[in-house]
Nanobody, 124 residues
Framework: QVRLVESGGGLVQPGSSLTLSCTAS????????VGWFRQSPGKEREGVAC????????WRAHFAKSRFTISRQNANNTVYLQMNDLRPDDTAVYYC?????????????????WGQGTQVTVSS
């Protein structure tokens, strides 16, 4: 049974940094693609970043390219999303998603398992 558990969210001020963690069980993050998505109230869920089985295969949304970094540690089966220079419009519930395929996708419909989400609030 696949389980994804996100952690690391919280309330931060604009310009701050946060690192989200997604720890998997029943699923090898080093053998498949793992993505981060986010959803704000009243908006559709959108892709943030993804890391494929081959680490050079990283995808990031346009808003994430200069501020967010996705990485993983196979030893503890965890994928991280480091977010720098956070802005109020980064406020959302952030979800980790696992794809039973080695390549990334920007589309949430192509992911097979989801975590429960972690709230990130950026406010002064």
């Amino acid at each position: 049974q696949v389980r994804l558990v996100e952690s690391g969210g919280g309330l931060v001020q604009p310009g701050s940094s946060l690192t989200l963690s997604c720890t998997a069980s029943g699923f090898a993050v080093g053998e498949n693609a793992v993505g981060w998505f986010r959803q704000s109230p009243g908006k559709e869920r959108e892709g943030v970043a993804c890391i494929s089985r081959v680490e050079s295969g990283i995808w990031r949304a346009h808003f994430a390219k200069s501020r967010f970094t996705i990485s993983r540690q196979n030893a503890n089966n965890t994928v991280y999303l480091q977010m720098n220079d956070l802005r109020p419009d980064d406020t959302a519930v952030y979800y980790c998603a696992a794809r039973l395929w080695e390549y990334c996708s920007a589309f949430d419909s192509q992911y097979d398992h989801w975590g429960q989400g972690t709230q990130v609030t950026v406010s002064s």
